[in-house]
């Protein structure tokens, strides 16, 4: 039974998405691990708990990045602030038994939690975020390179010890 719920979950955020430019998962899903999630991803595509998918406006982005080896992720987002904003933290992947592959994160220098925690569904270069206290709050993340402008204003290692 939780997984066919899993199953149901993962055909609505497809139905919800059609208006998103990504493919409607061709390939079967992937096992979420930090290895298999490591690496850069852009967001394309979101909900805000209404149910209607969202591109991002243009000249919006929001770029992850995830660090397999210490489980650490850097944010450069320019949602609330137009010149852009870098956040680091640290994430951790866990399984729910109903759920499936969650992810949580918390920001470095005490900036708190994630307003929500996810079930993640990855395929090969795409994944589904869906927040588990509000499943109207999704989010689709391709796989990219994050751009040398962009990617330049993350802290140097040395900064952020």
Same mark, same amino acid.
């Given at each position: ?7 149901? &979950? ?11 430019? %990504? ?5 079967? &899903?992937?096992?979420?691990?930090? %290895? ?17 998918? %969202? ?98 204003? &993350? ?7």
């Amino acid at each position: 039974m939780k997984n066919w719920l899993k199953i149901v &979950a993962v055909a609505l955020v497809a139905l919800a998405f059609t208006g998103c430019k %990504h493919d409607l998962y061709p390939n079967p &899903a992937r096992e979420v691990t930090p %290895h298999t999630l490591a690496g850069q991803w852009k967001l394309v595509c979101y909900s805000d708990g209404n149910a209607v998918a %969202h591109n991002l406006a243009e000249g919006s982005y929001v770029y992850l990045e995830f660090t397999r080896k210490d489980r650490t992720f850097t944010e450069f987002q320019n949602i609330n602030n137009a010149f852009g904003t870098v956040r680091t933290g640290v994430y951790n992947i866990y399984t729910d038994e109903e759920a499936g592959a969650v992810i949580r994160g918390m920001y470095d220098y005490g900036a708190g939690d994630w307003a929500h925690r996810y079930s993640v569904t990855l395929f090969d270069d795409e994944m589904v975020w869906i927040a588990l206290d509000d499943p109207y709050q999704q989010c689709v993340y391709e796989r990219c390179e994050i751009p040398e402008e962009i990617a330049s204003q &993350a802290p140097a290692e040395d900064d952020e010890k």
